[in-house]
């Protein structure tokens, strides 16, 4: 939300439609698979985000495959950001409560390796130079979730943009504990840095910004 505010064009890239992610017996994955994307683009509108992409693997088998580095790749290379933000493919618990999502490690380990080397590297995934991709190098990596973070963000002027659309995602989220969880642990954030509430992230700066056109 701060980056939509300060006019930064946003991208979400979603490796899957999350459409296995439920025990209900009513709701089919084809059906959880349409509210799953309703909600994500709802909350992407709440948050000022421009392009929401499917890449539509099955949910709840997500592997760091070759394939999906070559499809986050070509997205890296076609919407060109300056930051990727990811979450930790080394983080297997939170807390004494909560196990990372394997999806999620997957996600991200995928991600980072689309970043470097493969979105920089010219003959990395030569298809998508033949697809008129040229490669492109992030300038930084913003990882959540992180037991090492090294940046504070301070989100107090959006927290509520964020619970809302959090809130958004009323299959999984909605109005309940959930939800009221999430803004303490910005809160919590927040106080070990002298702030209202903040998002905490380790920040990897890759390529410093030296007014130098990129080379492709």
Not at 47 to 58: A, N, S, T, W
Not at 168 to 195: C, D, F, N
């Amino acid at each position: 939300a701060l980056w939509a505010r300060a006019g930064c064009a946003i991208c979400y890239v979603l490796c899957t439609r999350g459409d296995r992610g439920s025990n209900d017996p009513q709701v089919t994955p084809w059906e959880l698979a349409r509210i799953r994307e309703q909600e994500q683009r709802a909350a992407a509108a709440i948050l000022g985000v421009q392009e929401v992409v499917f890449l539509d693997y099955p949910d709840g088998t997500l592997e760091p495959t070759l394939d999906l580095r070559r499809d986050l790749t070509r997205e890296i290379r076609r919407f060109r950001p300056e930051v990727v933000l990811c979450a930790d493919p080394t983080v297997r618990f939170y807390g004494d409560r909560y196990t990372n999502h394997p999806d999620h490690r997957a996600a991200a380990s995928a991600a980072l390796d689309a970043v470097f080397p493969s979105a920089e590297t010219r003959y990395i995934f030569p298809e998508l130079l033949a697809a008129g991709l040229e490669p492109h190098r992030v300038k930084a990596v913003y990882i959540h979730g992180s037991p090492e973070p090294n940046v504070w963000i301070d989100i107090k002027p959006v927290l509520e943009i964020k619970a809302r659309a959090l809130a958004a995602h009323a299959s999984q989220i909605g109005e309940g504990p959930a939800l009221k969880w999430v803004q303490e642990m910005a809160r919590e954030e927040g106080r070990k840095r002298g702030l209202e509430a903040a998002e905490a992230y380790r920040r990897m700066v890759l390529h410093e910004d030296d007014g130098h056109e990129e080379e492709g």
